[in-house]
């Protein structure tokens, strides 16, 4: 089995369930003005309502929609609905929605295939971001030494090492 | 039983945020990848092209970067396709031989895509979060509910701070067991203070981070006058750019602080380390924070630090080399004075010493071995056994999501009868030795 191993933090004290559960608040920019203080206290959050308001018209607006493209005419007729939408568009707005994701898909896929550069174009090997090893400083012993700082590795040179079995 | 041989892993980093681009996640990313390629382990990163940086790199220490040419579509993210990305992430799977996927990052789409297709392919998978989302807003609740899907069937999952693993866990329902907190750290050697500090009667409040709401920019604006009135030698130094550097131009004319706020710009992160050493006080204002990296380069330079008490924040630092405030203008103002009252106790050379020993790399990249041996230890599992997890997941989502595992596992064995493993080649290792140092300094 696994020996413990011991955790290198600064609060080494920490407990979960004895910590207060820590608050994430996020403020609205048009709240700027009103001061940056919580107000927990003033009835339900707006957000909250927002969810449960939008929750219900989610539910209604789909049965309504589902009411209008699968109940037949008589019924709705009877129950004194006499004017509503061509049913066609209960068919065509989401085929029309999933054609469009469908074709959207498909435009940036090509667009990807469009910008890949050929295999024997430059920017394979070499563009503006590339930056050249800096010299390293061997002096420094192996726990004081900084990580290097990013570089590229020349394609001779990464050649040279993968096939040629140069060290 | 006996302990095994430590294994080495062979890892697939992927994320949408990576080298040219700068943050967080890049150094996180870069850093983490040299300290394991340093343990003995294979670190190949995968993500999108960045103008005409495409195709495949090596980089310091062998590390081999693939630049996917996939068009960013939004703040550096790429498009969500779903399958689109599962023919090139199957081939440099195979190619490099990997045996762990690494993921980095909520917003990436790149990594959520590479994840998905993973575990349909069987590999182990681990995810680093490295933000704090909310449960309110649009974007935060489409946002959980996708890490819901992606991560239901995740290996392990990192967290940088407690604070941000008891927001992973709520957000996408993940068992907390499985959740690890491996903290950023910061490469002590190449911040390190000043031989002297700078003496005088001055002190100087560095702020060095991005110009935007997020980090407070609008309770700087509120802050820098107050200091200002309160303490005659207090100057601020304010490194960063963004949408909100014109508030403070503003408030510079304002209040006729131009010869004492001085205004930087974008600073190289190779620069960060001389605007820091120029100051005595570390201020940082941000609205929400996993973890802060600058905290941490600050501390590392001697800094005494102010921030805000937010997130994950007051976890990074012991009380003594940090003052917490709350996110309110006036507090922020006690919390500098009472900074400044600390500054003479504060010796710049024993808080590096210190952070060296508590936030260092290679610490962090032992303890992420530690979730890649215990990734390699879970059980594989078929994909019925993943539906059931995937189902649990919501009344309607939970089988739409089934039904895209299913269609992605169908699609990749329509790939691998187009193109069997078997014939995708193999890429052989490039050994780094120490000889090469020394090579490359001859060449040099």
Redesign the interface.
């Not at chain 1, 563009?127 to 590339?130: I, L, R």
């Not at chain 2, 976890?315 to 012991?318: S, T």
């Not at chain 2, 490039?430 to 030795?433: A, D, E, K, N």
């Given at each position: 089995?696994?020996?413990p191993?011991s955790v290198?933090?600064?609060?080494r004290t920490?407990s979960?369930s004895k910590?207060q559960?820590?608050t994430?608040?996020?403020?609205d920019?048009d709240d700027?003005t009103s001061?940056?203080?919580l107000s927990g206290d003033h009835g339900p959050?707006p957000?909250?309502v927002y969810?449960f308001v939008g929750s219900i018209t989610t539910v209604v607006a789909t049965v309504i929609f589902l009411v209008w493209a699968y109940a037949p005419e008589s019924w709705l007729q009877s129950v004194g609905i006499s004017y509503y939408p061509s049913r066609y568009w209960a068919l065509a707005v989401p085929t029309y929605v999933m054609v469009t994701i469908v074709l959207v898909?498909g435009f940036?896929?090509g667009?990807?295939?469009i910008?890949?550069?050929s295999p024997a174009s430059l920017?394979?090997?070499f563009?503006?971001?590339?930056r050249d090893?800096l010299?390293?400083e061997?002096s420094?012993e192996e726990?004081?030494?900084?990580?290097?700082?990013?570089?590229?590795?020349g394609?001779g040179r990464?050649n040279d090492?993968?096939?040629n079995n140069a060290? | 039983?006996g302990?095994s041989p430590p294994q080495k892993h062979r890892i697939l980093m992927v994320s949408d945020f990576y080298?040219?681009n700068f943050g967080g996640v890049e150094n996180h990313a870069?850093?983490l990848s040299?300290?394991l390629l340093k343990l003995g382990h294979k670190v190949v990163v995968v993500t999108h092209?960045?103008?005409?940086?495409?195709?495949?790199?090596?980089?310091?220490?062998?590390l081999k970067v693939y630049y996917v040419?996939?068009?960013p579509?939004c703040n550096q993210s790429t498009?969500p396709?779903l399958y689109?990305i599962l023919p090139i992430i199957r081939t440099i799977l195979i190619r490099e031989r990997i045996t762990v996927v690494h993921g980095h990052q909520t917003f990436s789409t790149l990594c959520h895509d590479a994840l998905l297709h993973a575990r349909i392919m069987g590999y182990k998978v681990v995810f680093t979060d490295h933000s704090?989302h909310?449960f309110?807003?649009v974007g935060s609740i489409h946002m959980n509910k996708v890490m819901q899907f992606t991560l239901a069937d995740v290996s392990q999952a990192i967290c940088v701070s407690?604070?941000s693993k008891?927001?992973t866990v709520l957000r996408s329902g993940l068992a907390p067991e499985k959740v690890f907190v491996i903290?950023n750290a910061v490469?002590t050697?190449?911040f390190k203070p000043a031989l002297e500090r700078p003496g005088g009667l001055e002190i100087v409040v560095v702020v060095i981070s991005r110009l935007v709401?997020r980090k407070g920019a609008?309770?700087l604006v509120e802050v820098i006058p107050e200091v200002c009135r309160l303490h005659p030698n207090v100057r601020f130094i304010i490194g960063g750019d963004g949408p909100k550097r014109v508030r403070l131009e503003e408030m510079r004319e304002k209040h006729s602080l131009f010869d004492r706020v001085e205004l930087l710009g974008a600073v190289p992160h190779?620069q960060v380390r001389s605007v820091l050493i120029s100051g005595h006080i570390f201020l940082t204002c941000s609205?929400?924070e996993a973890f802060c990296m600058a905290i941490l380069e600050a501390a590392s330079c001697g800094l005494l630090t102010v921030s805000t008490r937010?997130?994950g924040v007051p976890?990074?630092?012991?009380d003594d080399m940090i003052v917490l405030a709350e996110?309110?203008?006036g507090d922020i103002v006690q919390a500098i004075q009472k900074a400044i009252y600390m500054l003479p106790e504060i010796d710049p050379q024993v808080m590096h010493n210190r952070m060296r020993?508590?936030y260092?790399?290679?610490?962090v990249a032992k303890?992420t071995e530690?979730v890649y041996d215990r990734a390699s230890k879970c059980p594989n599992q078929s994909l019925l056994e993943s539906l059931s997890r995937y189902l649990s997941c919501g009344a309607w989502a939970g089988k739409l999501f089934s039904l895209v595992m299913i269609l992605g596992f169908l699609f990749w064995h329509l790939l691998e009868l187009w193109q069997p493993a078997d014939d995708i080649e193999e890429v052989?290792d490039?050994?780094?030795?120490h000889?090469?140092?020394?090579e490359?300094?001859q060449k040099?």
């Open positions: 089995m696994e020996s191993h290198n933090s600064p609060r920490l979960l910590k559960r820590a994430v608040s996020f403020f920019p700027i001061g940056f203080g959050k957000s909250e969810g898909l940036y896929i667009l990807n295939f910008s890949t550069p920017n394979t090997v563009d503006e971001f590339s090893p010299s390293l061997c420094l726990d004081e030494k900084p990580i290097e700082p990013i570089s590229d590795i394609i990464i090492i993968m096939f060290t | 039983m302990d080298y040219p870069y850093y040299q300290c092209a960045y103008g005409n940086r495409s195709g495949v790199r090596y980089m310091t220490g062998s040419p996939w068009r579509f498009f396709t689109g704090l909310g309110g807003d407690h604070t008891e927001n903290p490469d050697a190449m709401y609008d309770l190779a609205l929400t937010v997130g976890e990074v630092l012991p996110p309110d203008p020993e508590l260092n790399w290679r610490d303890r530690i052989p490039v050994i780094f030795s000889n090469c140092d020394e490359m300094l040099s």
